[in-house]
């Protein structure tokens, strides 16, 4: 079997399930890669860092405006505060209706299948995984859109994948390991009970993303986020497999 992973992102303007969506961006990484995640044959040819097999687009408000989607005044003023990059990572480019994007994005998900090659394999993708940060956002919102609009995603509902889920657990699955005392490279120590009780904490034990791919000023670019996404659960899932001595 040759399995493609895929982590998207939606940037909205409410935090429901019927939420507006201002970007949706989406990033291919191979679970096996043993180097770089993003090293997948697209079409024939290996897309390396700092480019992905990805999708990005910028949907039109307006049209989530006339179709009934969800605008939160508290996520709007959120948003109004945030930085002049974040912003113009969401508005920046061509804005389609939120149907049509959305149509070209679950297109865009059968040709990665379709046309990558995870790793070695030379056959294209038979199985893939949706991930993203927490089902009852992202997963929700794209549910409810695909529902609204009668799009048919390309693989059953058990495929999709939590990444804030596996990231944690697998930091505090490796903590525990370690007699549930983590030695970081800056010489802390981490427990259990940091990563319960302040799960950002958990993302320490992980090596940070290259600076190919921008620094943490692209943070709400949908695209970053991705990126990031992947590289973390993909170590993860790597941390999870390793043997209690190679960790």
């Not at 935090?15 to 993003?38: E, G, K, S």
Request: glycine share 4%.
């Amino acid at each position: 079997m040759n399995h493609i992973d895929i982590t998207f992102d939606l940037e909205t303007c409410a935090t429901t399930a019927n939420a507006a969506v201002m970007q949706v961006a989406a990033v291919a990484w191979d679970r096996y890669a043993n180097d770089n995640p993003f090293a997948v044959q697209n079409g024939g040819v290996t897309v390396e860092y700092p480019h992905c097999v990805s999708f990005n687009e910028h949907v039109d408000l307006r049209s989530c405006v006339v179709d009934g989607f969800d605008f939160d005044p508290a996520t709007v003023q959120w948003w109004a505060r945030q930085s002049d990059a974040a912003k113009e990572a969401v508005t920046d480019g061509l804005a389609e209706p939120i149907r049509e994007v959305f149509e070209r994005f679950v297109l865009w998900i059968k040709q990665t299948m379709r046309e990558s090659k995870a790793g070695s394999v030379n056959a294209q993708a038979d199985s893939v995984c949706l991930w993203c940060q927490g089902m009852d956002f992202d997963g929700a919102i794209l549910r409810n859109i695909c529902h609204k609009y009668d799009i048919e995603l390309p693989f059953r509902y058990q495929q999709f994948r939590d990444c804030r889920s596996i990231i944690l657990e697998a930091a505090a699955t490796v903590v525990g390991r370690a007699t549930y005392k983590y030695q970081l490279k800056d010489g802390s120590t981490l427990t259990v009970e940091d990563i319960l009780q302040k799960p950002c904490k958990a993302y320490d034990i992980y090596e940070p993303l290259p600076e190919e791919y921008g620094s943490k000023d692209r943070v709400h670019d949908a695209v970053y986020d991705c990126i990031r996404s992947s590289w973390n659960t993909w170590q993860a899932l790597r941390r999870m497999q390793a043997t209690p001595d190679s960790i």
